[in-house]
């Protein structure tokens, strides 16, 4: 790490390599603004051994729940924030993990959840969401069935395409 970048918090080019989607035309579901809907529709749509990574700056409350639940990585993800350093955290996606954190936030809701949200098993990404619940769209590894995929995105009220 630079003396320049611990001085300012942006995190380094070496720093952000990682896995990330690299197919070439991967599904692509419309995004949602609503992080409880998409979470609880997660587990059904992705492999039993899968890993929830969040990246991002929340809310104190948020971070201090996320770093409790937190696995240590199975995979280094490639980080999408340059600055400033995001936190990151590695979740099981289990229905009783996610069940969990939706039940906490809706008691402690948060205006702020992530920036970015992926998931990924056995060294795979299989979901890429740059500006998370925004307006930007999820893209989804073709692994994953296409009915499978169509039903995740009708359970958030969205369509799926293909293509970048």
């Known amino acids: 790490m630079t003396l320049l970048s611990r001085l300012i918090g942006y995190v380094p080019t070496e720093e952000r390599r990682g896995i990330r989607l690299d197919e070439a035309d991967p599904w692509r579901v419309g995004g949602t603004r609503?992080?409880?809907?998409?979470?609880?529709?997660?587990p059904a749509l992705m492999p039993a051994d899968s890993v929830l990574y969040l990246e991002g700056v929340p809310e104190a409350h948020v971070a201090q729940y996320l770093a409790e639940v937190s696995i240590p990585a199975a995979a280094k993800v490639a980080m999408g924030?340059?600055?400033?350093?995001?936190?990151v955290f590695?979740?099981?996606?289990t229905a009783e993990v996610i069940e969990a954190l939706?039940?906490?936030?809706?008691?402690?809701?948060?205006?702020?959840?992530?920036?970015?949200?992926?998931?990924?098993?056995?060294?795979?990404?299989?979901?890429?969401?740059?500006?998370?619940?925004?307006?930007?769209?999820?893209?989804?590894?073709?692994?994953?069935?296409?009915?499978?995929?169509?039903?995740?995105?009708?359970?958030?009220?969205?369509?799926?395409?293909?293509?970048?």
């Open 34 to 42: 609503v992080e409880r809907a998409f979470l609880r529709a997660l």
């Open 81 to 87: 924030t340059i600055w400033p350093r995001p936190n």
């Open 90 to 93: 590695h979740l099981s996606l």
């Open 102 to 164: 939706t039940a906490f936030l809706e008691v402690h809701p948060a205006g702020y959840f992530c920036t970015h949200c992926h998931v990924y098993s056995d060294g795979r990404m299989l979901l890429q969401w740059h500006d998370a619940f925004g307006s930007d769209p999820m893209y989804i590894s073709r692994v994953l069935e296409g009915d499978h995929v169509r039903g995740f995105a009708a359970k958030l009220g969205s369509t799926v395409d293909s293509g970048w």
